[in-house]
């Protein structure tokens, strides 16, 4: 039972100046100059409905070549070469560059941090000193070629080979079957004149796995190189002004020195050499090197999100409809609405939350890049969070995108109001970078061996394999779900007897705990689950199967906690005011409208009463009421340049205060 004589809590306000300023962070300046360049390439959204694929094409590669010149996507790379030598500013700028049109995002993507980032992290100086300068500048336009036809999630099965020749001191480059190609290479099907190409090693014989060549594919003029055959992909479902296509090679030779050489090489006569021993550990390492792409791309679908409800709630804030029973017969606004309230906040209040996941993120690719945490842990730890993160972000994107463009009703459909390509052009962030349910699998894999230094190592099959072999009580013993079970009842300000009152719903303790417990009942139950499949005798690989969906729900209940975490810690380390009120208000939301909405688990879990779970629901009810007031400052403080809001009917003045004898269609 609500206690009656609680005092109202205060009424919110935000700065919007401010609260830009917290949420800029540490990068603001290059975030700044971003939000100032963008609105110079606004016309690129309409230009994406109006001209022909060719054109929009070229279009895009002109603009990414003049932003280029800019400096602000190479602030990546290191000084010497003309970057910027900050990794986190250019994390900043890309996810800000996600204001604007996406193409031009993903070709930046494509261009500088797959080829450029394969070039400086899987290379060696020599490789440096011939490509980085000319990249970073955009004279030399690169692919990044991993995916097969036949290959994607699974990288480690790659058909394309590159064999040694000890007497040319060359490797050769070839296709071994049609669905060995590789496909859906940004940047390939027409502005590539080299790529970054993951190949089969064979030397003397032998395979060595999956290893990076740069291969050139054209020459000066454009044409096609011999031995090479390149493809389109065709028309999209967005992101049109990427030229992606496949790739065949016919014996193409390369020079030895192509071999991207940081973790391994092979000497002129023709001997293998790497300081990691086992393929399986170097090829994640290799991997793990390229974790940038990730923590971008799930940065740029929260940029994504931020849009879609910047526009979603300025309409809502200008959209009447149905009379609310007033003397002056005016219609009610759209945000008056409970419904509309409940659709649009937890969404807002989820977006700021992965704001500052993926903050809490970039700093951690920041410092372990930067050496300043050189640690192997904080390496696997950083890679786990990128995966999991990404796949959070980016499916945060599509729903809110969604959500938001059924809040703007039939006009959110009009492509003018710009839903039509946030919702094409953001749908594939859940595929590339990695697959959203592999990537949570791989979360999965790290919480089940605890990122066991063999973890590297493992497959899915070995991972089975090697939680089978450990005693349950070890895996049990860490998750500590018992420990959990009483901390969270103590959590509760009355102990036991207040456990089905709303006592303490808003208290962060309490809502880290209930995320913790969920996710380590989580792992906890996945670990019996494998030993006892394994135990009955049943095919390893059929016993990851039958679990693999309790290990992504798993994995998604440990980023939702590390999301929480993020959050929590952003709030509590804010000077008391109007900020710490407004962003205090969100964080509560968020954490209550993801217990709401696995309240079924929690309460088949014994953690959640029938009334306590209905007192959340009054709750996130209450918290809505109090956002609606700021909703538009909450919006406004995204900054997102209103020249790329486009919408001017949607955004603008025009449907402000509607005549009332003529109610708005
Ligand atoms: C527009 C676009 C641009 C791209 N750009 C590039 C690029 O520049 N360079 C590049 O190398 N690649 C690129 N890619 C390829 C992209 O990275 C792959 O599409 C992606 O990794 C997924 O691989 P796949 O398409 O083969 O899907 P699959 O791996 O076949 O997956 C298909 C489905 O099966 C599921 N699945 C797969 N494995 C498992 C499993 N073990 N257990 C349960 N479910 C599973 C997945 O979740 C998914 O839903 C691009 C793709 C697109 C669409």
């Known amino acids: 039972m609500a206690d009656e004589t609680t005092t109202e809590p205060p009424v919110l306000s935000v700065d919007v100046e401010a609260l830009t300023a917290l949420l800029d962070g540490r990068h603001a300046d290059i975030r700044r100059t971003v939000r100032e360049l963008l609105p110079a390439y606004a016309s690129v959204l309409e230009d994406a409905e109006e001209m022909t694929r060719e054109e929009f094409r070229e279009r895009v590669k002109d603009v990414v070549l003049e932003i280029a010149g800019t400096g602000a996507v190479g602030m990546g790379f290191p000084t010497e070469y003309g970057g910027g030598g900050d990794l986190g500013a250019s994390i900043a700028a890309f996810e800000t560059l996600a204001y604007g049109d996406l193409s031009v995002l993903v070709k930046v993507g494509?261009?500088?941090?797959?080829?450029?980032?394969?070039?400086?992290?899987?290379?060696?100086?020599?490789?440096?000193?011939?490509?980085?300068?000319?990249?970073?500048?955009?004279?030399?336009?690169?692919?990044?070629?991993?995916?097969?036809?036949?290959?994607?999630?699974?990288?480690?099965?790659?058909?394309?080979?590159?064999?040694?020749?000890?007497?040319?001191?060359?490797?050769?480059?070839?296709?071994?079957?049609?669905?060995?190609?590789?496909?859906?290479?940004?940047?390939?099907?027409?502005?590539?004149?080299?790529?970054?190409?993951?190949?089969?090693?064979?030397?003397?014989?032998?395979?060595?796995?999956?290893?990076?060549?740069?291969?050139?594919?054209?020459?000066?003029?454009?044409?096609?190189?011999?031995?090479?055959?390149?493809?389109?992909?065709?028309?999209?479902?967005?992101?049109?002004?990427?030229?992606?296509?496949?790739?065949?090679?016919?014996?193409?030779?390369?020079?030895?020195?192509?071999?991207?050489?940081?973790f391994a090489d092979v000497t002129e006569e023709g001997t293998?050499?790497?300081?990691?021993?086992?393929?399986?550990?170097?090829?994640?390492?290799?991997?793990?090197?390229?974790?940038?792409?990730?923590?971008?791309?799930?940065?740029?679908?929260?940029?994504?999100?931020?849009?879609?409800?910047?526009?979603?709630?300025?309409?809502?804030?200008?959209?009447?409809?149905?009379?609310?029973?007033?003397?002056?017969?005016?219609?009610?606004?759209?945000?008056?609405?409970?419904?509309?309230?409940?659709?649009?906040?937890?969404?807002?209040?989820?977006?700021?939350a992965m704001h500052f996941a993926q903050e809490v993120l970039a700093g951690d690719l920041h410092d372990v890049f930067s050496g300043l945490n050189p640690d192997d842990d904080a390496r696997r730890l950083l890679e786990s969070r990128a995966a999991g993160t990404k796949a959070l972000s980016t499916w945060l994107a599509t729903d809110v995108v969604q959500e938001c463009r059924e809040a703007c009703g039939g006009a959110g459909y009009l492509s003018v109001n710009r839903f039509a390509a946030l919702k094409a052009d953001t749908d594939v962030f859940t595929t590339f970078e990695g697959d959203n349910h592999v990537l949570l699998q791989l979360v999965g894999k790290g919480l089940l061996t605890d990122y066991a230094s063999e973890f590297s190592d493992l497959d899915q099959l070995g991972t089975v394999r090697f939680v089978a072999g450990l005693a349950v009580e070890t895996v049990l013993e860490r998750t500590r779900v018992h420990q959990l079970l009483e901390q969270v009842k103590e959590l509760l300000p009355g102990g036991n007897e207040e456990w089905d009152t709303d006592t303490g719903l808003l208290d962060p303790t309490y809502h880290v705990a209930m995320f913790r417990f969920r996710e380590e009942h989580r792992i906890g139950g996945?670990?019996?689950?494998?030993?006892?499949?394994?135990?009955?005798?049943?095919?390893?690989?059929?016993?990851?199967?039958?679990?693999?969906?309790?290990?992504?729900s798993a994995a998604r209940a440990h980023v939702e906690r590390l999301v929480l975490e993020a959050f929590v810690e952003k709030v509590a380390g804010l000077e008391d005011g109007d900020l710490k009120l407004a962003l205090n208000t969100l964080c509560d939301l968020f954490a209550l409208s993801v217990i709401e909405a696995d309240a079924a688990w929690f309460m088949e879990h014994g953690r959640l009463s029938a009334q306590r779970s209905k007192?959340?629901?009054?709750?996130?009810?209450?918290?809505?009421?109090?956002?609606?007031?700021?909703?538009?400052?909450?919006?406004?403080?995204?900054?997102?340049p209103s020249e790329l809001l486009r919408a001017p009917d949607l955004v603008g003045t025009e449907l402000l205060a509607p005549d009332p004898a003529e109610p708005v269609a």
């Open 110 to 262: 494509v261009q500088f941090g797959l080829f450029g980032g394969a070039i400086l992290q899987l290379g060696t100086e020599r490789h440096h000193d011939r490509y980085l300068a000319d990249l970073i500048a955009g004279r030399l336009m690169g692919c990044f070629a991993m995916t097969e036809t036949a290959h994607g999630s699974n990288v480690q099965a790659l058909g394309t080979v590159a064999t040694y020749d000890p007497d040319t001191a060359e490797f050769v480059i070839t296709t071994t079957t049609p669905e060995a190609g590789k496909d859906y290479i940004g940047n390939a099907a027409r502005h590539a004149r080299v790529g970054v190409v993951f190949a089969q090693l064979e030397v003397g014989g032998e395979g060595h796995g999956v290893h990076a060549l740069v291969v050139p594919l054209r020459d000066e003029e454009g044409s096609v190189l011999p031995g090479v055959r390149i493809e389109d992909d065709g028309p999209k479902m967005g992101l049109n002004g990427v030229d992606n296509g496949r790739i065949w090679f016919d014996g193409v030779r390369v020079p030895r020195e192509a071999l991207l050489n940081r």
């Open 272 to 352: 293998y050499v790497s300081e990691i021993e086992s393929p399986g550990r170097r090829f994640f390492t290799m991997l793990g090197t390229l974790v940038q792409g990730r923590v971008s791309v799930g940065a740029a679908g929260v940029s994504a999100a931020k849009v879609a409800l910047t526009i979603a709630v300025r309409y809502s804030l200008l959209r009447r409809q149905f009379e609310t029973g007033a003397d002056d017969g005016s219609e009610q606004l759209l945000l008056d609405y409970g419904l509309h309230q409940r659709r649009l906040f937890p969404r807002l209040a989820r977006t700021y």
């Open 526 to 552: 996945v670990a019996r689950r494998l030993k006892r499949g394994v135990d009955s005798g049943m095919n390893p690989g059929e016993v990851f199967s039958r679990v693999q969906d309790h290990v992504i």
């Open 615 to 640: 007192a959340i629901t009054r709750e996130i009810g209450d918290l809505c009421r109090r956002v609606r007031p700021v909703a538009r400052e909450l919006v406004d403080a995204f900054a997102v």
